[in-house]
């Protein structure tokens, strides 16, 4: 059965209408829409061409969508535009019934597969199905929209009460037409960490001075949490936080996906007050949290595609791997906790993503940096008798390297408690790092 304009929904009106080249297609309502597409096309084959966009069974690439001229950001926001069979100025969109105006901003979640997918987009993230808004194949493939794009809009009410995305005007906080340029993540090469890609972004308390002169953080290297039990490897999570989020020099995500309420809502309290972004699902099941994780993931591959660096903190990733292992699980979900062992890379036309995550134990041949944690110390304190940088000798300048080898043969003999101790003294008695290490 044949479609009707009227009960076609505005985005397939736009997609049609990119199809076949009318400009300033976005500025007209629904209605002057349907009359500008019949007129072309005729009452019948607008009415089929409806259908078959319905169904899924149009080809908007051979009817022309790749050849039709993209209106310019210009033409967008020139009401009025006439057409072809009568010079009318458009009413403005929010004066006609059942299509409101509004603006929106949030992050983008794709559906479908192959070439046309879709999605909506969330406004701040809610993930409230009430409050998405619809985003059209034609838009995603105009803007090269991706899941965890943060999207800011215009979107309408249509009559049937379905809000649609109508117009992008930033895409990740900048023109949307940049975004096309952008590099993708999954399919760009990893560049192996260089000295100059050191981060030291870490508050000048014990652990974030220990942490930065044992095992620093480096563009593209995960650094992994172990040793001691579950909470103090989470307490350890929550201190480095802590000390990241203060003097922010990359951009932080965290996944707080443990499904302890208290743990999780630290996160959500630490960042309310930041820069940062965090995917959290306090006290939630097991596929919420699969679905918090995956998102942490995208965004921040998303942030590091902008050419920035970032670093992803995943509280709960070891309560994830141990449900993937015993119980049953979707193949996106075992992806997304298994992708953290691979996710850290420095891109090469910049931008990177750094994973920060805890394991209870080390897998044979682990080789990038290991925070090892101290136990039984009121607060968290950092073992530097298994504490390591990943891939150092290449990472540290030569001076540098002798300086820590001088430290590590001074601790050598002792047993953990001491060589801890040890350590927090000389923290505690310096200035510096550089002071630390030069009156050893």
């Given amino acids: 059965m044949a479609v009707t304009p009227t009960e076609a929904h505005l985005a397939d009106l736009h997609a049609l209408a990119a199809a076949e080249g009318v400009e300033g297609y976005r500025k007209l309502t629904k209605q002057q829409l349907a009359e500008e597409l019949e007129n072309r096309l005729g009452a019948e084959t ?47 969109v929010d004066a006609r019934e059942g299509d409101g105006e509004e603006e929106v901003s949030g992050l983008a979640h794709l559906r479908g597969q192959g070439a046309r ?31 965890a794009d943060r999207v ?47 981060i030291v972004p870490l ?21 992994t949490v172990a040793g001691g039990g579950i909470y103090a490897r989470s307490e ?58 995956a998102l942490a993931i995208e965004r ?41 062992g691979t996710l850290s890379k420095v891109l090469p036309g910049g931008g990177s993503v750094t994973v ?10 682990y080789a990038e940096t290991v925070i090892a944690v101290s136990d039984g110390w009121a607060e968290p304190a950092v073992d530097p008798l298994k504490t390591r940088l990943g891939n150092e000798i290449f990472l540290r300048e030569p001076g540098e390297l002798a300086q820590l080898t001088n430290l590590r043969d001074r601790i050598a003999g002792m047993h953990t408690a001491e060589a801890t101790a040890w350590l927090i003294r000389q923290v505690e008695s310096t200035t510096s790092n550089y002071q630390l290490l030069n009156q050893l």
């Avoid at 992008?168 to 340029?181: M, T, Y």
């Avoid at 193949?331 to 997304?336: F, L, N, T, V, W």
Wanted: charge should be negative; glycine fraction near 8%.
């Fill in 46 to 92: 607008l009415a089929e061409r409806l259908e078959q966009i319905a169904s899924g069974d149009f080809d908007l690439t051979a009817a022309g969508s790749r050849s039709a001229p993209v209106e310019s950001r210009e033409s967008r926001s020139t009401p009025g535009r006439k057409r072809r069979s009568e010079e009318k100025t458009p009413e403005p």
């Fill in 117 to 147: 997918p879709f999605g909506f987009v969330y406004p701040g993230g809610s993930g409230r199905t009430d409050e998405a808004a619809y985003i059209s194949d034609a838009l995603v493939a105009e803007f090269g929209i991706r899941t």
């Fill in 152 to 198: 800011r809009g215009k979107v309408v009410t249509e009559e049937d009460g379905r809000r649609v995305l109508e117009t992008v005007d930033e895409i990740n906080g900048v023109d949307p037409s940049r975004n096309l340029r952008r590099p993708d993540f999954d399919g760009a090469l990893r560049i192996p960490p260089q000295l100059r890609d050191m």
């Fill in 203 to 223: 508050r000048r308390d014990v652990v974030g001075r220990s942490i930065a002169l044992l095992a620093p953080f480096v563009r593209g290297q995960r650094s």
């Fill in 236 to 293: 350890m999570l929550r201190a480095i936080g802590s000390s990241l989020l203060i003097p922010l020099r990359a951009r932080i995500v965290v996944a707080a996906v443990s499904g302890d309420f208290q743990r999780d809502e630290f996160w959500q309290i630490l960042t309310d007050t930041s820069p940062a972004e965090c995917f959290a699902e306090p006290g939630s099941d097991l596929p919420r949290r699969f679905a918090a994780l």
């Fill in 300 to 340: 921040a591959k998303r942030i590091a595609e902008s050419r920035h660096d970032v670093i992803l903190i995943v509280d709960g990733a070891e309560e994830l791997r141990e449900a993937a292992a015993g119980g049953p699980v979707t193949g996106d979900e075992r992806q997304a906790i298994e992708s953290l």
């Fill in 356 to 365: 920060l995550d805890s394991v209870a134990e080390l897998p044979e041949g």
